[in-house]
């Protein structure tokens, strides 16, 4: 059964705060992306990453930066939190190079900036 | 720019009537296309999908129909059932590229 999972469900952060936001794949899938979902835009693509190392922005990935040290794990940071990064972030993973591979999603985390 | 288009936000359907979510999209080189569904605090889970030299793909309940003049597709669920009630989400792709995402449908199935 495939899995994907992230750290926290709920989260509360305060304004300036640096937030590490963890995703976990046990797929061995080379893709790996971080969304953000919110009311009327529906889910955005914040940064994606196709290998170890690797990174690449997608559409709104001004206040974020990633990191994925290992093939499994693919880390999403807000270096200083704001009132409007607060959203539900969704993670997912994917085969790579497969075109048209359906990605798996984690549960979300939901975050709240103060 | 939003890419791919959910024009209804919610939908509400008596059980076993047909529900019909509709996406349109603007990008033309987009050429294959999915439907994910989305239960409150889950990630979204895979539905259905098709590709552009199709212009129906079949399974089980849902149908997805395609129209590409129109740069319209559309998700029947027939018949629709209470546990179908989610958030419905269409996402479109160019040549394996990231997904474009609309902004969802929240589906009702009234028993």
């Known amino acids: 059964d495939v899995k994907v999972t992230q750290s926290s469900r709920y989260l509360v952060k305060r304004t300036g705060e640096k937030v590490f936001l963890e995703c976990v794949q046990d797929?061995?899938?080379?893709?790996m992306f971080w969304y953000r979902q919110d009311p009327g835009l529906g889910l955005r693509l914040i940064y994606f990453?196709?290998?170890?190392?690797?990174?690449e922005k997608g559409d709104i990935p001004e206040g974020y930066s990633v990191s994925r040290e290992k093939k499994e794990r693919f880390s999403l940071i807000l270096e200083s939190a704001s009132t409007n990064q607060t959203s539900m972030y969704l993670c997912?993973?994917?085969?790579?190079?497969?075109?048209?591979?359906?990605?798996?999603f984690g549960p979300g985390t939901r975050l709240t900036v103060l | 720019d939003q890419q791919v288009k959910q024009n209804s936000p919610s939908l509400s359907v008596q059980e076993g009537r047909i529900s019909i979510l509709n996406c349109d999209y603007t990008?033309?080189?987009?050429?294959?296309f999915l439907w994910y569904k989305k239960y409150p605090a889950e990630g979204p889970t895979f539905l259905i999908s098709?590709?552009?030299?199709?212009d129906k793909n079949e399974d089980g309940r849902f149908t997805v129909f395609l129209n590409k003049s129109a740069k319209h597709l559309s998700l029947h669920i027939v018949p629709s059932q209470p546990g179908d009630s989610a958030v419905y989400f269409c996402?479109?792709?160019?040549?394996?590229?990231?997904?474009?995402f609309g902004t969802g449908t929240s589906l009702t199935v009234i028993p």
């Open positions: 997912a993973s994917s085969r790579f190079r497969e075109a048209y591979n359906e990605q798996f």
């Open positions: 797929m061995d899938h080379e893709n």
């Open positions: 990453s196709y290998d170890v190392k690797m990174k």
């Open positions: 990008n033309s080189m987009f050429d294959y």
């Open positions: 098709i590709s552009s030299i199709k």
């Open positions: 996402a479109a792709s160019a040549m394996g590229n990231q997904f474009y």
